[in-house]
């Protein structure tokens, strides 16, 4: 497989994938208490923003989103 078809099969995977998260995500927002779906908006809306705004390179985001995550994410285990 060449490169090119390489990524544009990683393209189509991805955008696949997308999508499949979307789908997954709504079939669940019913379920979620409010304070779930407050600290998932949260996450979600900041991650969009430095997507959408920052000229950082995507590791540079990911490593920010995990910093700023992590509270979120022991938050919600703490409630299992």
Request: avoid cysteine; charged fraction near 30%.
């Amino acid at each position: 497989m060449t490169d090119r078809a390489l990524q544009k099969d990683f393209d189509r995977q991805i955008a696949a994938t997308h999508r499949r998260l979307v789908k997954a995500m709504d079939g669940r927002l019913g379920a979620m208490s409010v304070e779930t779906k407050e600290r998932y908006f949260a996450i979600l809306s900041t991650l969009a923003t430095k997507l959408e705004s920052s000229e950082k390179p995507l590791r540079e985001i990911a490593q920010e989103m995990m910093t700023e995550a992590a509270s979120v994410i022991l938050q919600e285990m703490q409630g299992f």
